[in-house]
Nanobody
Framework: QVELVESGGGTAQAGGSLRLSCKAD????????MAWFRQVAGKEHDFVAG????????NYDDSVSGRFTMSRNNAKNTVYLQMNSLKPEDTAVYYC????????????????????WGQGTQVTVSS
């Protein structure tokens, strides 16, 4: 069992920056890939960024590549999402997710791979 607690988010103007954090607590917290998804009302969770279990490899959706950076600190069991050059279309509820399987070399982009989810945090970008 892994519990996820998110922090950060809020409101920013277009072109601004925000940083999200997600702390994982559980026996496998240091050996599972982590990811950020986002959801707009009435739609499915969309993959934003992921990092593999040891932090050696990140992957991003094309819509955020070059603007967002995901990182992890395994000593703190915490992952981060630094969001720069924000756009109004980045507005959504952002969810931290933890893989159901250990030691995945590349974070999965499908929400089906993630068995643990944070509570979600709202990010609003105004134009």
């Amino acid at each position: 069992q892994v519990e996820l607690v998110e922090s950060g988010g809020g409101t920013a103007q277009a072109g601004g920056s925000l940083r999200l954090s997600c702390k994982a607590d559980g026996r496998t917290a240091g050996s599972i890939a982590m990811a950020w998804f986002r959801q707009v009302a009435g739609k499915e969770h969309d993959f934003v960024a992921g990092v593999n279990w040891n932090g050696a490899r990140e992957n991003y959706d094309d819509s955020v590549s070059g603007r967002f950076t995901m990182s992890r600190n395994n000593a703190k069991n915490t992952v981060y999402l630094q969001m720069n050059s924000l756009k109004p279309e980045d507005t959504a509820v952002y969810y931290c997710a933890a893989d159901s399987r250990e030691y995945r070399a590349v974070a999965a982009t499908s929400q089906d791979a993630y068995g643990y989810w944070g509570q979600g945090t709202q990010v609003t970008v105004s134009s």
